[in-house]
């Protein structure tokens, strides 16, 4: 696989508008890469024009360097993965100093996933990227791989208020929370962060998961467990129903992900709520897929007479 020469069979599709206005932040199509699978610039420049993109969601960054996890990180599953990196990360010095330069010469649209383990550490981070112009930061309170921190705010409504009252504070951008499913009410959740000041809700993140491994030498059996976080396709189901009670519950705009890997998985998440989505595990297997999306959704609009992509929206919310 490599770039995409021409995406576009017919003149009707380039013509296509594609756009979605989110007021503090706006992209050119609504398709983005999700934090974790893309990296911060430069990574896949060999198989896809990154600024054909809605935007790219960074990999998590923290105040400080982390190494991740140490052992097996990486567990492959029945369509899909289980991982448990650990929210390895330059720190916010580096990415400040080596990814941003980059990201704004080559002129792409991004915004900035941080993470913390005390809100103080959310506090800062936010207060260092409204000082250095980061226009849209994602706010990851949903990662199940980190011993502290994360996961600890995004599932307990009154410390997500907290959390995300004090970044609003400090931060004036297009703030997104990302919100896990490993909760019984997301509804509360979103509610919470609506209330707190988010101008948006991500979701879904990974799933709570288990990857066993057996190995038998006759009667001798060695085993070893990898958990972490589960994505790819076979959460889609999951991430279907999680966006669609989260539309019912607030009035943000929602960027949907989880297992969309085509084009009829992309306009089942925009049925069910989605403004935009995020492509994640499926980077991995097709690096080209964010782009080739794109390209694909012109093309269905166009083929299909529709006005454009509010107007497809519009249509598949009737």
Do not use: H
């Not at 993109?53 to 996890?69: D, F, H, M, Q, S």
């Not at 996933?113 to 959310?122: C, H, L, Q, R, S």
């Not at 951008?173 to 809700?201: H, R, W, Y």
């Not at 994505?231 to 129903?241: E, Q």
């Amino acid at each position: 696989m490599g770039r995409l020469e021409n995406g576009f069979k017919n003149s009707a599709a380039q013509r296509i508008d594609l756009s979605v206005d989110f007021k503090k932040f706006k992209m050119k199509n609504p398709v983005m890469t999700a934090s974790g699978t893309y990296g911060y610039s430069d990574e896949f420049d060999a198989f896809l024009n990154v600024k054909n993109l809605g935007a790219i969601v960074t990999k998590g960054v923290t105040l400080e360097v982390r190494p991740g996890n140490e052992g097996r990180r990486i567990f492959e599953t029945e369509a899909g993965m289980i991982n448990r990196i650990g929210l390895e990360n330059v720190g916010i010095e580096a990415f400040l100093s080596d990814k941003l330069p980059k990201l704004k010469e080559k002129g792409i649209n991004f915004v900035l996933n941080i993470a913390g383990k005390t809100v103080e550490d959310y506090v800062r981070l936010a207060e260092i990227c409204e000082n250095n112009g980061i226009s849209a930061i994602e706010t990851n309170v949903s990662c199940p791989n980190v011993k502290s921190g994360c996961l600890e705010f995004g599932t307990d409504k009154n410390c997500l208020y907290d959390l995300i009252s004090g970044i609003r504070e400090k931060y004036k951008g297009f703030l997104i929370v990302k919100l896990t499913p490993n909760v019984a009410n997301i509804e509360e959740l979103a509610f919470s962060a609506q209330n707190a000041g988010a101008d948006c809700i991500s979701a879904i993140n990974t799933l709570k998961g288990l990857g066993v491994e057996l190995n038998f030498n006759g009667t001798k059996v060695s085993k070893s467990f990898v958990q972490g976080g589960l994505s790819g396709r076979c959460v889609k189901p999951v991430a279907l129903s999680m966006v669609k009670r989260i539309k019912e519950a607030v009035n943000l705009p929602i960027i949907g992900l989880g297992g969309i890997s085509c084009l009829k998985d992309l306009l089942e998440f925009v049925t069910v709520g989605a403004d935009a989505v995020q492509i994640g595990t499926e980077n991995f297997t097709n690096p080209d897929i964010a782009e080739r999306l794109v390209y694909e959704l012109a093309e269905f609009i166009a083929e299909q007479g529709f006005k454009d992509f509010n107007n497809l929206k519009e249509e598949l919310r009737r």
